[in-house]
């Protein structure tokens, strides 16, 4: 799911970044905003961090001394971030085959694990490419979209990054 959010940070601002060329201190900490931004990827409360849609608020800058003049500056802002609950549906990509089951892709998540007895209409058939098969002939195979309900979730704080396991059991669920 989606969620919009407003955020407090502080953005630290080299002493030597505070002189640049062409650059206003507005642009100079949007730059740095993004970029802190971009390197966090994902938080337990909030999912994964996905855009910046509106810088609220810049406070005061404050000097840190200790820091050889680097300025911090408070900053609000509204972002955009992605998150799996329980009872979520979700549509993922296959993107590997495993004998015990499938890990698809749905938005920045690559961790959807979704085991073979949570599709036990499907058998697993080996070969070079592998794949899932029911009675029905319908397949699971790298590349299939495939509609699913979330049953649980985990954050990994050491790869800042969220895992999922997800069924085929219940109503109109399976490949799209």
Same mark, same amino acid.
């Given at each position: 799911? +989606?969620? %919009?959010?407003?955020?407090?940070?502080?953005?630290?601002? *080299?002493?030597?970044?505070?002189?640049?060329?062409?650059?206003?201190?507005?642009?100079?900490?949007?730059?740095?905003? !993004?970029?802190? +931004?971009?390197?966090?990827?994902?938080?337990?409360?909030?999912?994964?961090?996905?855009?910046?849609?509106?810088?609220?608020?810049?406070?005061?800058? %404050?000097?840190?001394?200790?820091?050889?003049?680097?300025?911090?500056?408070?900053?609000?802002?509204?972002?955009?971030?992605?998150?799996?609950?329980?009872?979520?549906?979700?549509?993922?990509?296959?993107?590997?085959?495993?004998?015990?089951?499938? +890990?698809?892709?749905?938005?920045?998540?690559?961790?959807?694990? !979704?085991?073979? %007895?949570?599709?036990?209409? =499907?058998?697993?058939?080996?070969?070079?490419? *592998?794949? +899932?098969?029911?009675?029905?002939?319908?397949?699971?195979?790298?590349?299939?979209?495939?509609?699913?309900?979330?049953?649980?979730?985990? =954050?990994?704080?050491?790869?800042?990054?969220? !895992?999922?396991?997800?069924? !085929?059991?219940?109503?109109?669920?399976? *490949?799209?």
């Amino acid at each position: 799911m +989606f969620l %919009k959010s407003r955020l407090s940070w502080n953005v630290i601002i *080299p002493a030597e970044n505070l002189d640049v060329e062409g650059l206003t201190l507005q642009k100079v900490i949007v730059i740095r905003l !993004l970029k802190d +931004f971009a390197s966090k990827k994902a938080s337990k409360n909030l999912g994964y961090f996905l855009a910046v849609t509106a810088l609220e608020k810049i406070g005061e800058g %404050k000097v840190r001394e200790q820091m050889a003049g680097d300025v911090l500056f408070p900053v609000e802002f509204s972002c955009i971030t992605f998150k799996m609950f329980r009872g979520e549906i979700l549509e993922g990509v296959v993107h590997k085959i495993l004998k015990h089951g499938v +890990f698809l892709k749905c938005g920045p998540v690559d961790n959807i694990y !979704l085991s073979n %007895k949570m599709m036990s209409d =499907y058998k697993y058939v080996q070969g070079e490419n *592998p794949i +899932f098969m029911n009675e029905k002939m319908s397949r699971i195979e790298k590349g299939t979209v495939v509609r699913c309900i979330v049953i649980g979730t985990e =954050y990994k704080e050491e790869g800042k990054e969220l !895992l999922a396991l997800v069924s !085929l059991e219940s109503d109109h669920l399976g *490949p799209i």
